[in-house]
Structures are given as C-alpha cells and as structure tokens.
C-alpha cells in the first residue's frame, strides 16, 4: 500500500494551503485518495503527480475549469491552447505596460496638484482612450490640426510641462467654484483667459473654426474630463470673458 499523508502534511510537502487543498476537492479538481474511519482526507504520490499538473497549469494562467477539463481528460490540441495561452499572457502583458505608462504620465502632470477625484478619472481615460480619440479626430479635420491638438510635433518633455500647466489651470477654476467665486470674478476670468492662451498658442484662429464644428459628444469612448458643474461653471465664464473680449475690441475700433 502506497503512503499516504494526512491533509495537514501533504499540504506542507507541496507548499499548498490546506484551505486550498479543501477548496481543490469540493471543486473536485483534486479528490484525496481516500479517507480515514473519521473522515479525514488522505492524500498518496498519485495526488503529488496529480497536484503538480494543477500547478503547472495555473502557473500557465489556466482557469480553475480549464483545469478540470484537462484532469478529467479532455487533453486535446493541448500544445495549441498552450499557445493560446501564451498569446493572452502576451495581450495581458501590453495592457498592463500600458497602464504603467498611463499612471506614469498622469504621475508627472498632476505632481505639484491635489486634483478632485473625478478630474483625475478624466484625465487617465483621456489618456487611455487617446490613439482612438487621435484616428477619430483624422476622420473630422486635417492632419496639421490633428497634430497640434495632440502635441505631436512637441517633446515629451514640452508635452508634460504644458499638460501640467492645463491641469494647474483647471484646479485653480475648480476652487475657485469651491469658494463660490462667481464666473465674472476678476480672478476666475484671469484663470480662465490663462487657459485660452495656452490653447491659442497652439491652436491658430483659422483651425479654431474647424475644431467648432466637431460634435465632442460623438467621439469614441469620449469621457469629460471634468465634473458637469465645473464643466459648466468653466464654459460660463468663457463665454463672459469672449463677450468682454469682443466688446473692448469693438470700443478699441
């Protein structure tokens, strides 16, 4: 008769938490050879053999089913759904660099700010989201407007510090509406005239023409960066600091 160990032994031999084990024989991936007359699971070499593929299969990311399918025979084509494995752990590998990437930027825009929660949601799906929100936008304008929208021709390093500066913008609006600073307040209009030069020093009058005719709220996986009530307050006061703009240009004339 073969040796057989109690679960509390077998589970020290393999390195394999006993609540694990349990879990593996209710599951029925991994049944005890047999049980003592007070029913206490025992465990042989054959469930050693059989534990090492459970193992080895999970350390390939097989699924707690896909296990069981393959211990209970089903072993077909195994070598191609290795494959296949690997081809997933390969997809799962991008994303997750991707995501590094994406905390990474977020890390060095917002390092100086103590943004709202939701402003920082925004900002790491505008991130996310940006190579399709880039082919969307080359169907809607020319390619030229595309590239300065999306800081193309401009150094990472360039890019970082002028998304920081956007982002300072939009905290220092954000608590201004905080203060119940209304959108006419000299200082919320200042804030708001500093981030319409920082668009216009790249955006030229003639391509802002075009941009206008773009329905936002049609671009793929679009996300508004800001809360509504911001977003609201923000477009308020712009349109108070364009009426003003345009009436002093008008006196000035």
């Given at each position: 008769?073969?040796?057989?160990y109690?679960v509390g032994?077998f589970a020290?031999?393999t ?8 879990f593996?024989d209710?599951?029925?991936i991994?049944?005890p ?6 029913g206490?699971?025992l465990?042989t070499?054959d469930?050693?053999?059989?534990l090492?593929?459970?193992v ?12 069981s399918?393959?211990?209970?025979g089903?072993t077909?084509?195994?070598r191609?759904t290795?494959?296949?494995?690997k081809?997933m752990?390969?997809q ?5 660099e991707?995501?590094i990437?994406?905390?990474?930027r977020?890390?060095k ?7 709202d ?11 996310q989201y ?7 936008f080359?169907?809607?304008v020319?390619p ?6 999306f800081?193309e ?6 890019r970082i510090i002028?998304?920081?500066r956007?982002?300072s913008?939009?905290?220092?609006i954000t608590?201004?509406y905080?203060?119940?600073?209304p959108p ?13 030069d920082?668009?216009e020093?790249l ?9 206008e005719?773009?329905?936002l709220d ?13 977003e609201?307050y923000?477009?308020?006061a712009?349109?108070l ?6 009436k002093d240009?008008?006196?000035n004339g």
């Amino acid at each position: 008769m073969s040796e057989r160990y109690t679960v509390g032994t077998f589970a020290k031999m393999t390195g394999v938490t006993e609540r694990t084990l349990r879990f593996y024989d209710r599951k029925g991936i991994l049944v005890p050879s047999a049980r003592n007359e007070q029913g206490h699971r025992l465990y042989t070499k054959d469930n050693l053999h059989q534990l090492q593929k459970i193992v080895t299969l999970k350390y390939v990311n097989y699924s707690l089913d896909e296990i069981s399918e393959f211990l209970h025979g089903d072993t077909r084509d195994f070598r191609e759904t290795l494959m296949m494995q690997k081809q997933m752990l390969e997809q799962k590998r991008d994303e997750i660099e991707m995501i590094i990437g994406t905390i990474d930027r977020v890390e060095k825009i917002v390092e100086d700010e103590e943004l709202d929660s939701e402003v920082l949601l925004g900002l790491i799906h505008s991130i996310q989201y940006e190579k399709a929100q880039k082919e969307w936008f080359a169907t809607q304008v020319s390619p030229s407007i595309v590239k300065k929208v999306f800081l193309e021709d401009v150094s990472t390093e360039d890019r970082i510090i002028f998304e920081k500066r956007i982002m300072s913008f939009i905290q220092d609006i954000t608590i201004c509406y905080e203060q119940g600073l209304p959108p006419t307040d000299p200082k919320v209009q200042t804030k708001i005239k500093g981030l319409q030069d920082m668009f216009e020093s790249l955006i030229a009058p003639e391509d802002m023409v075009e941009l206008e005719k773009i329905d936002l709220d049609s671009t793929p996986m679009f996300y508004p960066l800001l809360p509504s009530h911001i977003e609201d307050y923000l477009q308020e006061a712009s349109k108070l600091l364009t009426n003003t703009l345009k009436k002093d240009g008008k006196d000035n004339g």
